[in-house]
């Protein structure tokens, strides 16, 4: 079955640096788009996930705006992991990071890694 395992997420100060992985097995990694999301802690429940990036299975990718030029995604095809390099922190980014794929119509998430940045 498809399995999603985020890691890498801590406590950091502004301006300072995390990079979050996500092992992924159970399907063909090398062939689908991978994505990363964030959801505040706290946040009204129900509210959607907020899109963070996104890589597709030539390694093209995708930023939100307010993490494009700090934020980097890459893939490594041969482990199953996907990355997220996240530079210049800041509070604002404080999330729970999750990784997603889509794959035959359904979501599969992980079950998050937590990111807070310290003012």
């Known amino acids: 079955q498809v399995q999603l395992v985020e890691s890498g997420g801590g406590l950091v100060q502004t301006g300072g640096s995390l990079r979050l992985s996500c092992a992924a097995s159970g399907f063909t990694f090398n062939a689908y788009t991978m994505l990363w999301y964030r959801q505040t802690p706290g946040q009204t429940p129900g509210k959607q996930r907020e899109f963070v990036a996104s890589i597709n299975y030539v390694s093209g990718t995708n930023y939100a705006e307010s993490v494009k030029g700090r934020f980097t995604i890459s893939r490594d095809n041969a482990k199953n992991i996907v990355y997220l390099q996240m530079n210049n922190l800041k509070p604002e980014d404080t999330a729970v990071y999750y990784c997603?794929?889509?794959?035959?119509?359904?979501?599969?998430w992980g079950k998050g890694t937590l990111v807070t940045v310290s003012s």
């Open positions: 997603n794929v889509r794959r035959v119509g359904t979501d599969y």
